[in-house]
C-alpha cells in the first residue's frame, strides 16, 4: 500500500500537471499529437 505522503504527493503533482495543461491549453490544441506523450 502506497503511504498517505505519497498519495499527497501524487495528488500534488497531477493537480500541477492539470493547471499546466490547463494555461497551456491552446498549445496543446496546435501540437494535440503531442498529448499521445501525456495520456
Partial sequence: METTEAKIT?????TKLNDFLYEN???Y??????LIFFA
Avoid: A, G, I, N
Avoid at 10 to 14: A, E, I, P, S
Avoid at 29 to 34: A, G, I, R, T, Y
Fill in 10 to 14: 501524487d495528488f500534488l503533482y497531477l
Fill in 25 to 27: 491549453k491552446e498549445y
Fill in 29 to 34: 490544441q496546435e501540437k494535440h499529437h503531442k
